[in-house]
């Protein structure tokens, strides 16, 4: 079969229609859940549900412990509802590809997928494709979408709008942080969010056993390239070790791009037989690059990408992807 041509990317107004059309709607947020993937979806739902529209937040995996002060962070789940209707409009929020949704929902119809999503490389995989790599989180995207469909962004709403800035813009720290994104936030603000609840939830909020890990990363960390790349890995002894799990391994790697005169870093976590790894950059080198090399993707300074091989393996072909693009 003839694969059919990439859509375009659509428009805020054919987006919008499709969401006035449709009567029930999954909020589906990416395997290893952040933020953004998260917040997105939690804030169409519910402005979707306001206009008596049904709606069920899908998630592979369970919600990870610092987002569970999301408003109906409760009600996602991972067994869909048996009598959901045909044209069910599934929302895939945050993902370059469909596969990071998960393999429960392989055999969704094209037809029934809006795909919204910051990254580039966005794969267009939906019948509807809402793809803004200019945009600082997939929150965003959905703001654009609410101000079209008229919906008041409320309490709730702007609380999970600004977890998705927050997130992705590493607490107003990325270069992503425009001034746009700064009177956002503020309105979001305004609106009732709170800027100190999230901070404290999604960033301060560490459980011992994941300082512990960052302590046996960095103690495992290496320095390479004249000090211009750095990298460690977790592997499952380190977690049995420290009583710590994967969602405890999330900001290793900030630490490990954050070392002076770092221009890339890498974590590698080995899991189930795979190795998951994590890249950043400062900005020099183009770590979504680096990563679809290997399969993967992300952006420009944060990507990742799963490697079936042992750990020395992986630690030398990202290395050499890295090298492509300019280590
Ligand atoms: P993280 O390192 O925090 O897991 O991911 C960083 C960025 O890379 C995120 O934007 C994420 O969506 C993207 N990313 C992580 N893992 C993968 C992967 O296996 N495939 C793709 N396409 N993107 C990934
Ligand atoms: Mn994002």
Redo the contacts with the bound molecule.
């Keep these: 079969m003839i694969e059919p041509e990439t859509p375009a990317s659509s428009t805020t107004e054919e987006v919008v229609a499709q969401l006035r059309a449709r009567p029930a709607f999954v909020m589906v947020s ?1 395997v ?1 859940p ?1 933020g953004d993937t998260l917040g997105a979806g939690l804030a169409l739902g519910l402005a979707l549900k306001k206009l008596g529209k049904r709606v069920v937040y899908f998630q592979e995996g369970a919600v990870p412990r610092n987002l569970r002060f999301l408003p109906e962070a409760e009600m996602v789940t991972r067994d869909l509802p048996a009598d959901l209707p045909p044209d069910t409009l599934y929302v895939f929020c ?4 469909r596969a ?1 949704g998960g393999a429960t929902l392989e055999n969704v119809a094209r037809e029934n997928i809006l795909d919204i999503d910051h ?1 580039l490389g966005n794969e267009h995989f939906g019948a509807y494709n809402y793809v803004i790599p200019t945009e600082c989180s997939t929150g965003t995207c959905v703001v654009r979408l609410l101000r079209q469909l008229n919906v008041e962004i409320d309490r709730r709403i702007a609380t999970c709008l600004l977890t998705t800035i927050m997130t992705d813009t590493g607490g107003f720290m990325h270069s992503n942080t425009t001034p746009e994104v700064l009177g956002l936030a503020a309105q979001l603000i305004v609106a009732g969010a709170d800027r100190e609840e999230i901070t404290e939830e999604v960033f301060a909020n560490k459980r011992f056993a994941a300082i512990k890990l960052l302590g046996r990363a960095l103690e495992e960390a290496t320095l390479e390239h004249e000090g211009r790349y750095c990298w460690s890995f977790i592997d499952e002894k380190m977690l049995e070790t420290c009583g710590a799990d994967y969602e405890d391994t ?1 900001e290793i ?1 900030g630490h490990l791009r954050s070392i002076e005169g770092v221009e890339a870093a890498a974590l590698f976590k080995t899991q189930d037989g795979e190795i ?1 790894v ?2 950043r950059s400062k900005g020099k080198i183009n770590v979504q690059a680096a ?1 679809s090399r290997l399969g ?4 420009f300074r ?5 490697f079936r091989g042992t750990l020395g393996d992986a630690t030398k072909a990202v290395e050499a992807a890295l090298i492509a693009e300019g280590l």
């Design positions: 990416h290893n952040d945050d993902m370059g590809n990071r990254h999330e790697v998951k994590s890249l990563a993967g993707g992300g952006h944060a990507s990742g990408l799963t």
